[in-house]
């Protein structure tokens, strides 16, 4: 309730008595179309990622695979990062009446005051619901069950993990400006050495195992279906 009424925040407000008491900009001013261009961006970004994500896990059955193309290429995380775009578009728009100087006191306040909603959105998507559960948890599991951990180590050193960058310059960046600039923070990062719960070793053991009694159980379904076919009579004209 809370996540919705903040980010309705700036469209609520916008729409209120007491701003509409005051005259308002006509639509079209710089302000506008440049949160109009932000908004497009941010919505195709989000969505054509989200779709991208979809076909590429009906594409790739098997665990292993790391989605690494379309916008992924440049972000782990590029639905999350549309979302923040559309949200922040949206308050550009809505704030116009008061940074165009159309409004004063209490109303004027409001109104950049509803700026809350692109910012709570935002420390949702980075610090509680969105990257602290995809992160670390996923680089854990992956690591765990050698589930091509190599690859995605790679994954990680070259693709920025929220604002899209070129992977070839993002592999060649200083570690300090990811840190910082590009908010790879240290909560998101994983260190087998104090986050995992076994030694890789142990780990590829048990995946090895474990695949080893997928193949052996897979090779007697074989057999009993070869010795069903063998015990079925022959037909003859």
Same mark, same amino acid.
């Given at each position: 309730?809370?996540?919705?009424?903040? &980010?309705?925040?700036?469209?609520?407000?916008?729409?209120?008595?007491?701003?509409? %008491?005051?005259?308002?900009?006509?639509? #079209?001013?710089?302000?506008?179309?440049?949160?109009?261009?932000?908004?497009?961006? #941010?919505? &195709?970004?989000?969505?054509?990622?989200?779709?991208?994500?979809?076909?590429?896990?009906?594409?790739?059955?098997? $665990?292993?695979?790391?989605?690494?193309?379309?916008?992924?290429?440049?972000?782990?995380?590029?639905?999350?990062?549309?979302?923040?775009?559309?949200?922040?578009?949206?308050?550009?728009?809505?704030?116009?009446?008061?940074?165009?100087?159309? +409004?004063?006191?209490?109303?004027?306040?409001?109104?950049?005051?509803?700026?809350?909603?692109?910012?709570?959105?935002? %420390?949702?998507?980075?610090?509680?619901? #969105? +990257?602290?559960?995809?992160?670390?948890?996923?680089?854990?599991?992956?690591?765990?069950?050698?589930?091509?951990?190599? #690859?995605?180590?790679?994954?990680?050193?070259?693709?920025?993990? +929220?604002?899209?960058?070129?992977?070839?310059?993002?592999?060649?960046?200083?570690?300090?400006?990811?840190?910082?600039?590009?908010?790879?923070?240290?909560?998101?990062?994983?260190?087998?050495?104090?986050?995992?719960?076994?030694?890789?070793?142990?780990?590829? %053991?048990?995946?090895?195992?474990?695949?080893? $009694?997928?193949?052996?159980?897979?090779?007697?379904?074989?057999?009993?279906?070869?010795?069903?076919?063998?015990?079925?009579?022959?037909?003859?004209?």
């Amino acid at each position: 309730m809370f996540w919705v009424w903040t &980010c309705s925040l700036p469209v609520t407000i916008l729409n209120s008595p007491k701003v509409q %008491a005051f005259d308002q900009p006509s639509f #079209g001013t710089g302000r506008d179309i440049a949160g109009v261009v932000l908004y497009a961006i #941010g919505l &195709c970004m989000e969505a054509v990622s989200d779709m991208q994500k979809y076909n590429f896990r009906r594409t790739h059955n098997g $665990r292993a695979p790391i989605c690494d193309t379309g916008f992924f290429a440049w972000s782990r995380h590029p639905n999350y990062f549309g979302e923040i775009i559309i949200q922040f578009a949206i308050f550009m728009i809505a704030v116009s009446p008061a940074a165009y100087g159309y +409004l004063d006191g209490g109303a004027y306040k409001a109104l950049y005051a509803s700026i809350l909603g692109p910012f709570f959105l935002t %420390a949702l998507l980075m610090f509680l619901s #969105g +990257l602290p559960l995809s992160e670390r948890p996923g680089a854990k599991k992956r690591y765990e069950n050698d589930n091509n951990w190599d #690859g995605y180590q790679e994954y990680l050193n070259k693709t920025s993990i +929220l604002i899209p960058f070129p992977p070839q310059l993002y592999r060649r960046m200083p570690t300090v400006l990811k840190k910082t600039v590009f908010l790879e923070f240290p909560m998101y990062s994983f260190d087998p050495s104090k986050h995992s719960d076994m030694q890789k070793g142990q780990a590829v %053991a048990e995946s090895r195992e474990r695949q080893e $009694r997928r193949q052996e159980r897979r090779q007697e379904r074989r057999s009993s279906e070869a010795i069903l076919v063998d015990q079925i009579p022959e037909t003859t004209q």
